[in-house]
């Protein structure tokens, strides 16, 4: 028997050495989180991880780079860029908080990245041709390897600018493989800021499209925008791989061509977490990091009495601890009947103990002020149950609600209460959001409906302002959940 095996694996041999790896680690939705929490992330965990494999490798960025911390805000997407030059970004696509500064704010992000900023979907206005320093693609020779990498940008930008229009990105993506095709590539690769699956903000993915319609032209997708997880997805033979955010994990993924031809072999991922336990930190990206740190926001303003997480903890509710102190505050301040808070707005938990302007800023990034709009009681039903993408978009003070689902995420049985009386479809209420989403931003597209008349500012203050007034009151602590119930 082993010579039976011994000699299979000797026919075997040729095959395998006529294997060529090719290496590539993908990042998105980094968001600004240069530095590890709770002992795991960030950019010198990272670096220890990019040294202790092969020498050469792309690196590749699925967008959200410009803003989510106090470093990215407060440059203006800038630190963000310079964190990835120092680490040696091969490339990057636009994420939609690439416009958290505006329109204008992208240029300078632009010039200042010495990585490849690819968006074949992505035009002036004015002049209808790609923005300066924009490509649609590349291609890397990587060991003799030719890897075309195509990105898609992301079509809803956080402040959307008339400087800049979006084409449809499978149109744009056939239109970049035909010319990437022409150069004979061995391996495609699409660089893509949105997700195989996106309940988070409630739309229709075009993603796995990618592999129905080019699998066999394209080899992998990465994708991002909605902060999942995918590893060794296959569509039609395409490989889809999403990488989380916050820079707490990273994808290692290997794509194998034949040697002697060329020609694309196989592709397969491995998520690797960034557990500075195991991966350590690279000393000098440790104290470039450090160099780019914001004086002044780690100043204690308050505690928390225990853990306010922004994820549901339990099978039948929709609602979670944080998102709902945040709604609490929000109706207070605002005098509303009912207060609706994006969950997509909450970016991370808030620990228990000290909580410094830093873990604020971590928590809601946006200088969002809050809005008082007036809506009736079947737009109020509507919208709450266009909400579930299955599981609720937003929380609610003021407001409960019951429902059944299907197992294919159909809403039934709805029942909506304001102060314990059933919602009427023509009664009037006033609720308060913040002003993002009552402009119809993201997953608050059903605002635009809502005339400008019955909008109106409740005050100058911020989100993060009430949480900050609130912390130097008296601790946090976490209210009841059971405000979104699943019977």
Known sequence: MKKTWLFLALLLLPV?????????????????????????????ALAAVLKSGPESYLLLDSGDFANGTVETRNSKGLKGVQMMNRLSYDAATIGNHEF?????????????????VLAANFFETATGKYPPSVLPYKVFDE??????????????????????????????????????????????????HDSLQDEKHGTQSYVEDIGRKFGGRVHVVLGGHAHNIFQNEYR??????????????????????????????SAKSELIPLVLAKTGEDEEVKAYADSLREPGVDEVLGNATALLSRLP?????????????????????????????????????????????????????????????????KFLKKFIKKSFAPNSLYSYSGLTITYKQTKKGKIKGLEIFVDGKPV????????ATNSYIAGGGSEGWMFK???????????????????????????????????????
Request: charged content about 25%; hydrophobic content about 35%.
């Open 16 to 44: 395998l050495l006529l294997a060529k790896t090719t290496t590539i680690y993908h990042t998105s939705d980094v968001h600004g989180f240069f530095y590890p929490k709770d002992g795991q992330g960030g950019f010198a």
């Open 100 to 116: 958290d500064f505006k329109g204008e704010g992208l240029a300078p992000l632009l010039t200042n990245a010495q990585f490849a």
């Open 143 to 192: 060991n003799g390897v030719k890897v075309a990498v195509i990105g898609l940008a992301n079509r809803e930008p956080t402040n959307p600018s008339k400087l800049y229009t979006y084409g449809k990105p499978l149109d744009a993506l056939e239109k970049a493989l035909k010319e990437v095709e022409a150069k004979e590539p061995n391996v495609v690769v699409v660089l893509v």
């Open 236 to 265: 039609n033979g395409t490989l889809f791989v999403e990488s989380g955010c916050y820079l707490k994990n990273v994808s290692r993924v290997s794509v194998e061509t034949d040697d002697k031809t060329g020609k694309f072999v």
């Open 313 to 377: 903890q339990a099978e039948d509710r929709q609602d979670a601890a944080l998102n709902n102190w945040i709604a609490d505050l929000v109706r207070a301040y605002s005098g509303a009947q009912i207060a609706v808070h994006n969950n997509g707005g909450t970016r991370v938990d808030m620990q228990k103990g000290p909580v410094t302007k830093r873990d604020l800023i971590d928590i809601h990034p946006f200088d969002n002020t809050i809005t008082l709009v007036t809506v009736d009681g």
């Open 424 to 431: 009427e479809n023509r009664k009037k209420y006033t609720l």
């Open 449 to 487: 409906r809502v005339p400008a008349k019955d909008k109106k500012l409740a005050g100058t203050k911020t989100i993060r302002d009430l949480m900050e007034e609130a912390l130097r009151k008296g601790p946090a602590v976490p209210p009841d959940t059971g405000r979104i119930i699943r019977r």
